[in-house]
């Protein structure tokens, strides 16, 4: 067979032959605005043109610090194709991580919205390897004292329409970058090479995975600046699909409507993105009947959130799972022809676990006595290897820990069953070890979820002399049932669904759980506040 490269340059190429015009809707500061993708693919290469003569070159890092709009986007294939490294930067992050990330990887330029640039301002003593900075509003640039800035406007007025992208590249060089959200330490590097992106947007396209096409509409909710908003905007390049950004400081209200007025088929989001949506569709009416799939990851879905979704609303939900090393789509909850005649509770539970390894990659779930058994049961590490599954950290020692003979240990504790659903049990970290027996966070968490008062819940271990750990439920009440539900009333739920050692020691009511950048429970800080309480009891 012939050895020709698989380069992102045949993704925008392919959009603007095929599909010049279809719609890229952006949601920005200023309202909604609207391009084919014969004018973003000109604004593309005029932003190529303008950062080729700011001096970036091949292989040099371009660093983006954006929420999802068409600006996004065009950095997403101007600086690759041009043979640069697409750097995304999670604008969330600490300063401190933000100036670390920036540093480590050693961004060129950055390229920064304008609400986020006094976070740039704040922190410029510390970066100073950027040359210029690029700040992307659809008004003038406000007030900062840092130099070399420009606007990004003005440099594509000048830029080329026509500046040609490269077709020569290697396709093992890197095209894009984005650093973990970080739980403990510093975050870690990881490097998207060009063939890996292609790859792993061809897995999105498959009917059994996402199958993201041309007659969709995708709204990412997922940020373009974490893990490429799980690929999508790569794959409905490619693919022609008509792609609605949400751009910043949205909420669930404009959400539902995006999703409404553009007739959105495909969204992608962590689960509490779509507990708010859940919550905004219940009260208020919006005509969401041009959903067909809800892609939920990043952490585990609440089966009770995913039957309201499927059952009360009609909205099909799809669970998949995958980590930022992973580009990030590894396992997907697809059911099997078979299915179809399972009774619905049951389609539930396979809806609920994370689902089957996506075509292109390998698994292997390593146990205490070596690979586990397929029944549902065991536990063990899961590990994956694949063209679209990082190799290393980027220039880090912690590389070791996590990449093992030729395998990413990913740190997810799963089972699998006889028909090879995967089910993420906890994080290795996360898992509560009560005298010697292992209790899964996550199903508690699940399980509450599910009690009809609950906001959101979170199970940590609290140190126990006896046990050694023990669980301890963190719950946040829905605001109309504060103050009428018990500790009892929890326990009392929790008591037939589980063995009767998993029961939680205790239930802590709380008004908030805290959250990484991403919109995952942050179980660190988590636990250290349950210990201050229990202390202060
Ligand atoms: P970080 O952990 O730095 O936020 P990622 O976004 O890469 O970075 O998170 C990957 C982790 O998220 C996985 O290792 C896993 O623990 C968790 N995760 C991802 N998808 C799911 C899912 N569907 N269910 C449960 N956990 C998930």
């Known amino acids: 067979m012939m050895q020709t490269p698989l380069l992102l340059t045949q993704m925008i190429e392919r959009a603007e032959k095929y599909f010049p015009k279809k719609e890229i809707v952006s949601r920005t500061e200023s309202g909604i605005q609207r391009f084919t993708y014969k004018q973003w693919g000109e604004r593309t290469r005029r932003l190529a043109s303008a950062l080729h003569k700011l001096g970036v070159r091949e292989g040099d890092k371009v660093g983006t610090l954006a929420w999802n709009h068409h600006r996004h986007l065009e950095a997403y294939f101007a600086i690759p194709c041009s043979g640069a490294v697409l750097h995304t930067i999670n604008i969330r992050l600490s300063p401190q991580h933000i100036s670390y990330i920036i540093n480590h990887a050693g961004d060129k330029v950055l390229l920064i919205d304008s609400d986020i640039l006094p976070l740039i301002d704040k922190i410029k003593d510390s970066i100073q390897g950027v040359e210029a900075f690029i700040v992307m509003t659809d008004g003038e640039v406000p007030k900062t004292s840092l130099e070399n800035v420009y606007h ?208 292109g990659l390998e698994m292997k779930i390593i146990g205490k006595d070596g690979e586990v058994a397929w029944d549902g049961k065991e536990m063990g590490e899961l590990a994956l290897r694949g063209p679209w599954i990082a190799s290393e950290y980027y220039q880090d020692e912690r590389s070791q820990d996590a990449f093992r003979d030729g395998w990413l240990y990913t740190g997810d504790v799963v089972t699998i069953d006889e028909e090879g659903y995967i089910k993420i049990v906890d994080r290795t970290k996360d898992l509560i070890k009560s005298g010697g027996e292992w209790i899964s966070s996550v199903d508690l968490e699940n399980a509450l979820m599910a009690h009809e008062d609950i906001f959101e819940a979170a199970v940590v271990a609290v140190p126990h002399e006896q046990w050694q750990e023990r669980p301890v439920a963190c719950v946040v009440l829905k605001e109309s049932s504060r103050g009428k539900v018990t500790k009892e009333d929890i326990l009392d739920f929790l008591k037939p669904q589980f063995a009767k050692w998993w029961i939680p020691d205790d239930v802590l009511f709380m008004s908030e759980i805290p959250k990484t950048s991403v919109g995952k429970f942050l179980k660190r800080t988590l636990r250290d506040q349950v210990q201050d309480k229990i202390k202060q009891v």
């Not at 792993?200 to 509409?217: F, I, N, P, R």
């Not at 905007?233 to 910043?248: H, I, N, R």
């Not at 219940?282 to 009770?304: F, H, K, M, T, V």
């Open 152 to 359: 990004y406007e003005e440099l594509l007025s000048e830029g080329d329409p026509s500046f040609s992208f490269r077709t020569d590249l290697d396709e093992n060089a890197p095209a894009g970058m984005c650093y973990t959200s970080a739980t403990t330490g510093n975050p870690k590097g990881v490097i998207y090479s060009h063939r890996g992106i292609v790859l792993h947007a061809m897995a999105l396209g498959l009917a059994d995975t996402t199958g993201v096409c041309e007659k969709d509409t995708a709204l990412p909710v997922v940020p373009m600046f974490h893990v490429n908003a799980w690929g999508l905007p790569f794959a409905s390049v490619w693919f022609g699909t008509k792609q609605v950004l949400p751009g910043p400081y949205f909420t669930p209200g404009i959400l539902a409507k995006l999703m409404q007025d553009e007739k959105v088929t495909i969204t992608a989001g962590v689960p509490t993105i779509w507990l708010g949506l859940l919550n905004e569709i219940e009260q208020n009416e919006y005509d969401l009947s041009s959903l067909r799939s809800i892609l939920c990851g990043g952490s585990a879905a609440p089966r009770g959130m995913i039957k309201a979704f499927e059952e009360r609303f009609g909205i099909p939900f799809m669970h998949a799972y995958g980590m930022t090393e992973t580009s990030p789509l590894a396992v997907i909850a697809a059911s099997k022809s078979y299915h179809a005649d399972l009774p619905a509770d049951e389609k539930l539970d396979l809806k609920a676990k994370q689902g089957i390894l996506v075509p």
